[in-house]
């Protein structure tokens, strides 16, 4: 559309404390999620961490399988006594996590939530480097897990894990 900014799906970080700050920006959407997770492990394996804070304030949208990464993303954080929290969502960005059930599973709010934001989250995370294959897989476990999450989802997804695990066996 015209005298739209278009934004760049992009994730930024800052480290403050025991703290992982987040920031996405544009769509949070298949095309980061492999990144974020293996940024997260990464991270989380290297040093201390109690809670990664994602800031949705500049946000767009969430495809199925960035909201099935959170979901897994905050299972795994919590089996380690860590937390995953998405702060300074939209109205649109509530009802999309709301629409999958994802909105059980993390915690999220309207607003910081009493996170003090580093001034500069400047350090961008560099896309990891990841095959066709890492990707599928990514989408095909976070659908997986939206299906455990919610029943409801299973009908949704039915077709698009069939074709995921058709894409991993064909990249094998």
Known sequence: MLGMEQHPDDLQAAIAGDKVFIRVTGRGSFKISATLKQFIAEITSKQPVSAVVLDLSE?????????????????????????????????????????????????????SHGHELPGRITQ????????????????????????????????????????LKADVDRLT
């Open 59 to 111: 946000c767009i949208g969430m495809d199925s399988t960035f909201m099935g990464v959170l979901a897994g993303l905050s299972g795994r954080l919590k089996q380690n006594g860590q937390v995953l929290e998405l702060i300074n969502l939209s109205d649109k960005n509530t009802e999309l996590l709301a629409t999958l059930g994802v909105d059980q599973v993390i915690a999220h709010y309207s607003h």
């Open 124 to 163: 961008s995370i560099p896309a990891a480097s990841v095959t066709k294959k890492d990707l599928a897989e990514t989408a095909l476990q976070a659908h997986e897990t939206l299906v455990e999450l919610s029943e409801e989802n299973r009908p949704r997804f039915k077709r698009v894990i069939e074709y």
